[in-house]
């Protein structure tokens, strides 16, 4: 059972254009959303999270939108640039009881190319 | 310093052996990981310790044995492993065991080959 997914396994964008990367989830306890970003032969790197209690958060050219009733997250990339390109993970935990340690659920990742 | 960081970043073991993997963070972080990945799949929970306990054990084979030394490393120990364990297993830390919020911080892994 799959409890977090990432529907589109790669995803080819224009340099400059926006990325729009998507995130479906089934486990209504699911509190707490991040994304990774991870290059081939390294760990993941955190790029942006957010908390159930909002429905949008923005750093820089990241932004996550969550929507809570749709269970579904997305990550928009304005504008893309050919750094980005990577494999990007969904994840999410429930830790509002403090009771799951962290744990991180990931989704199976969206391979991101940007073309100069 | 803000690294998670791992040794070594590659090795190849026979089935019979007996190897270890080490992680170190110096960020005061009181829950690490080990997390297991393969190729084209998403990370996979393996263990978790929270203020040098273990907390969490994914059923984990027992082939594969952590330990937590002190608060700032974590070791995974590898005996008679099989073929399919080859991946990239990645350490992780985090400020506080429990509690909303939070990222992880990876290590760039440990590729482990078994022949």
């Known amino acids: 059972d799959q409890q977090v997914k990432q529907n589109s396994p790669s995803l080819s964008v224009q340099e400059g254009r926006i990325s729009i990367l998507n995130c479906d989830y089934t486990?209504?306890?699911?509190?707490?959303f991040l994304w990774y970003k991870k290059y081939p032969a390294e760990g993941p790197t955190f790029l942006i999270s957010?908390?159930?209690?909002?429905d949008k958060n923005e750093d820089g050219r990241f932004t996550v939108f969550l929507n809570k009733s749709a269970k579904h997250l997305s990550l928009h990339i304005v504008p893309s640039q050919p750094g980005d390109s990577a494999v990007y993970f969904c994840?999410?935990?429930?830790?509002?009881?403090?009771?799951?340690?962290?744990?991180?659920?990931f989704g199976q990742g969206t391979i991101l190319t940007v073309h100069p | 310093d803000t690294e998670v960081t791992q040794t070594p970043k590659h090795l190849v073991m026979g089935m019979t052996n007996k190897k270890s993997l080490k992680c170190e963070q110096h960020?005061?972080?009181?829950?690490m990981y080990w997390y297991k990945q393969k190729a084209k799949k998403p990370p996979e929970l393996m263990f978790v310790y929270s203020y040098e306990k273990l907390s969490i054990n994914e059923s984990v084979p027992s082939r594969f044995s952590p330990e937590c030394p002190n608060s700032s490393l974590l070791n995974l120990h590898l005996h008679a492993l099989q073929p399919e364990d080859s991946a990239l297993y990645l350490c992780a830390s985090r400020p506080l065991a429990g509690g909303p919020g939070g990222e992880l911080f990876f290590g760039e892994g440990s590729r482990l080959t078994v022949l």
């Open positions: 994840a999410a935990s429930a830790d509002a009881g403090g009771t799951s340690y962290g744990k991180l659920t």
């Open positions: 486990n209504s306890m699911f509190d707490y």
């Open positions: 960020m005061g972080h009181r829950a």
């Open positions: 957010i908390s159930s209690i909002k």
